[in-house]
């Protein structure tokens, strides 16, 4: 919090130059604006002391937009444990420089009451490696639009551990601006190295996010950041990483989860899926099905029009399921008739089949995938 000024010139001036000819009890109003300047102090003393103590932080509201979404990892619609790169809590993905390595990525749940990660969040996510690539394995999330924090100083925050303690290059945090299909070459952000220990502990980097000017931005342009770059050289080991956030500026804020209503719907508008949350897609499961029925039986082909949750980043991947989970496929009498899609938007889809099936009910799931 900013301090009150020393230089009181001109309440000192109206306490010491009262005009009787407007105020009634000059002694009184003195004592009245001593008495506001003691209550200004306390108040002054007060707030700083709320400050001190972390209980109040003395930035503006603004400054606590956090750019990565589901940065407490709680939403996990495509499921819980992956074996290959890819997406994995949603809007996270892993990824690997080359060569062939093995790498386990799960959803883990803090106990509740636990005091090394402050806030009580529920999971965080483990990454297990028995063999390293020839580069490094990259655990990060693909912010979209490189415009983000171009030409400003961003600051990336995130608690970390390992089972076995890191040195030097082998884990590091990077940036990378990546100008999209059409667009300049894209631009890496000097690499920090990260010493994890085995004990949850909060990191912070401040990178300097390079300006755009001069650059041609091509489609799906982004702001690769990646938290965890794990080395050829590095441990074979766990690697726990929990409430990531990067902020404009350069001070690494106190985390601020936002509901997990608000986190859910960010992370629709890049990826959905009609199961219910917790039924990985490919599942046995009917419940959440879309279901069509034309009350007549035909062996002409059905299709019915499904509008999405949230409208996607771009017309999505669409993947259709019957109820034994097989992709491509939907319920016409039985499972396993081929899908058909058409009118792929971004608001929505007409799925169906041209199974010539003498039924008059259509029923599937789906997933819709506008990721970068």
């Known amino acids: 919090m900013a301090q009150l000024p020393a230089d009181r010139t001109k309440l000192n001036a109206a306490v010491q130059n009262q005009q009787p000819s407007f105020i009634a009890d000059a002694i009184a109003n003195r004592e009245a604006l001593i008495e506001a300047y003691d209550t ?3 108040l002054y003393n007060f707030t700083a002391g709320l ?6 932080q003395p930035y503006p509201h603004g400054l606590y937009r956090n750019a990565i979404i589901n940065g407490n990892f709680d939403v996990w619609q495509r499921g819980t444990s992956f074996t290959s790169s890819g ?27 636990q005091t090394a990660v402050p806030g009580e969040p529920r999971y965080f996510t483990k990454i297990s490696v028995s063999a390293t690539s ?29 089972d076995v303690p890191t040195t030097g290059s082998q884990v590091t945090s990077a940036m990378f601006q990546i100008f999209g299909t059409g667009g300049s070459a894209q631009v890496g952000v000097l690499e920090y190295p990260i010493a994890l220990t085995t004990s949850w502990q909060r990191y912070s980097v401040t990178f300097n996010v390079p300006s755009i000017a001069g650059k041609i931005i091509g489609q799906n342009s982004m702001l690769y950041v990646q938290p965890i770059r794990i ?10 990483i929990a409430q ?35 039924i990985a897609p490919g ?61 792929v938007g971004v608001s929505g889809f007409v799925g169906g089949t041209a199974d010539s099936t003498n039924s008059s009910d259509l029923v599937f799931h789906y997933t819709a995938d506008a990721e970068l």
């Not at 400050?51 to 109040?56: P, T």
């Open 51 to 56: 400050v001190a103590g972390g209980k109040l």
């Open 40 to 42: 200004i102090d306390m």
């Open 283 to 343: 599942s046995t499961n009917t419940n959440g099905m879309i279901q069509f029925n034309s009350g007549v039986p035909t062996t002409n082909p059905i299709y019915i029009p499904v509008q999405f949750k949230v409208a996607k980043r771009i017309a999505p991947t669409v993947t259709l399921y019957d109820g034994a989970g097989a992709p491509g496929m939907v319920y016409k009498g039985a499972n396993g008739k081929t899908a058909s899609l058409s009118r």
């Open 134 to 162: 020839v580069g490094a394995i990259v655990f990060g999330q693909r912010v979209e639009d490189v415009r983000t924090f171009a030409g400003q100083k961003a600051t990336l925050s995130f608690y970390a551990r390992a």
């Open 231 to 240: 080395s050829s050289s590095a441990p074979l080991t766990n690697y726990y």
């Open 244 to 278: 990531v956030q990067l902020c404009a500026g350069d001070v690494a804020l106190p985390y601020q989860p936002r509901s997990f209503a608000e986190e859910l719907v960010l992370c629709q508008r890049y990826y959905e899926k009609s199961y219910d949350l917790d």
């Open 87 to 113: 997406y994995t809590a949603d809007r996270w993905v892993i990824a690997d420089d080359g060569g062939t390595p093995s790498y386990t990525v799960t959803q883990e749940s803090f106990t509740p009451g």
